[in-house]
């Protein structure tokens, strides 16, 4: 992220942007826990749905709440409106046939019912999903899961119905990485970890002394690029594979070694070196190490981002002050995109290629906003004072970002018209520099 806010000259920003780019880090300690999700504004056009709890078939209590968690997804949507569990007139199963008068009297647009049935070695969960004013069943179907992957059948399907009836495919059964610092002062412990797309099993996929920035995920959704201090005298570039366990260090020059992001094909990163003086632009080959350097210029140039193939988005103060600016990933004349306000900065590009979130600064601090890159328009979706590092969900529908609540750092969610807005936080301590994955199938 361009820390700098660009307050200070150019000239006076360059031992900046390696030095405060680790200010948050050291401001705060943090705590791993579990990340709770607040829903702090709704979509007024919510489409009502029941719910029903999933049938049970298995002895004992149900090791987990499908019904629940599919509740809970669809709602953090901001698209849907379940009902209140004690407000379900029936609790009808798979196999059942509704009573549709009933629902729609209700006030439901919508039925879900489901069951789960519990074998010698894994789970049998089914799903119905119906429409109550047309009185047909849309879809529905059954799998086998094991225990580990019960929540995940849950999230899939909050992603089927999302799909069926928005006709835009869920991200529910998708992955946040963020980094969380625990402990004070010289004693701390830097943490890059993953969660679910609800901020639940939060998991550590690499713990270090030093601090770790800009996590970037591959288009495979296996690999994660990031950047690590271990070194005290000089940043590194990392590729860790999240299944593997393995990393690999991809340049460490010297200088600034910075912002990496994944290429389309997966085989590039753009990244921000300043071995040669000045920070600038280059690709980087994953496989080989060679580099291209993209951007020639007196000022700083950061924060690439791939728009597509063939185009990148950085930041750049080349204007006197940070803003976004298009440029041909095989280099060329730079052109600026951005032009509201005196600070635009840490882009990021809906997997369409449509839409661009970054951070807006104006008098009252600093926001998400987003620009369309066809017509042009300019929105601000948050009202926060220091919002930053944003990450599109893979179907273009939600932007999280970092923030603060209380003093500590926290996460947010938003919607991409703004209409629906979410704060994410660790019951102690706090994250910062999330990333959401990308669809892996």
Same mark, same amino acid.
């Given at each position: ?16 942007? &390696? ?54 997804? &669809? ?47 894994? *789970? ?33 399907? $909050? ?85 593997? @366990? ?35 632009? *280059? ?15 007196? $000022? ?9 193939? =063939? ?11 940070? =803003? ?59 009202? @926060? ?26 996460? @947010?969610?938003?919607? &991409? ?25």
């Amino acid at each position: 992220m361009f820390i700098s806010r660009m307050s200070k000259p150019a000239s006076k920003t360059l031992k900046a942007l &390696l030095g405060l780019c680790c200010l948050w880090l050291a401001s705060t300690s943090y705590v791993h826990a579990v990340i709770e999700i607040e829903i702090t504004q709704g979509g007024e056009s919510a489409i009502p749905i029941a719910i029903v709890p999933f049938g049970w078939n298995g002895g004992g209590n149900p090791p987990e709440d499908i019904a629940g968690i599919v509740s809970a997804d &669809l709602q953090r949507s901001g698209n849907f409106s379940p009902f209140n569990r004690a407000d379900l007139i029936a609790s009808p199963v798979s196999g059942d046939k509704p009573r549709y008068g009933n629902w729609r009297l209700a006030g439901a647009e919508f039925l879900l019912i489901g069951s789960v049935n519990k074998s010698a070695e894994s *789970y049998g969960v089914e799903f119905q999903l119906f429409d109550i004013s047309q009185q047909k069943l849309l879809t529905g179907f059954n799998f086998k899961v094991s225990d580990q992957t019960l929540r995940n059948a849950a999230h899939q399907i $909050a992603d089927e119905v999302f799909e069926e009836i928005l006709g835009i495919r869920g991200a529910f059964n998708t992955q946040i990485a963020f980094v969380s610092v625990e402990g004070k002062s010289r004693q701390k412990s830097y943490k890059l970890q993953l969660a679910d797309a609800d901020g639940k099993n939060p998991k550590a996929m690499l713990t270090s002394p030093r601090p770790i920035l800009s996590p970037s995920w591959a288009p495979d959704g296996i690999r994660i690029a990031y950047v690590s201090f271990e070194n005290r005298n000089r940043s590194a570039i990392y590729v860790q594979d999240r299944q593997k @366990g393995s990393r690999k260090k991809v340049i460490s020059k010297a200088g600034i070694n910075g912002a990496p992001s994944w290429s389309p094909d997966g085989t590039r990163l753009a990244v921000t070196l300043s071995f040669e003086g000045n920070p600038d632009i *280059y690709i980087l080959n994953v496989n080989d190490g060679q580099t291209r350097q993209i951007t020639r210029s007196p $000022a700083i140039d950061t924060e690439a981002v791939w728009a597509d193939d =063939q185009t990148l988005i950085f930041t750049s103060d080349r204007s006197g002050g940070p =803003q976004l600016y298009e440029v041909p990933a095989s280099g060329g004349r730079a052109t600026r995109i951005t032009f509201e306000g005196n600070y635009n900065a840490s882009a990021t590009v809906s997997a369409d290629g449509k839409n661009i979130a970054f951070v807006h600064g104006s008098e009252v601090g600093y926001s998400i906003g987003t620009l369309d890159r066809e017509s042009g328009l300019f929105q601000v979706l948050t009202d @926060g004072s220091l919002d930053e590092s944003p990450s599109f969900a893979p179907n273009g529908q939600m932007i999280i970002y970092a923030t603060e609540k209380g003093g500590r750092g926290t996460l @947010g969610a938003v919607s &991409l018209d703004g209409s629906v807005s979410q704060s994410l936080s660790l019951d102690t301590g706090g994250v910062r520099e999330p990333a959401w994955s990308p669809f892996t199938n």
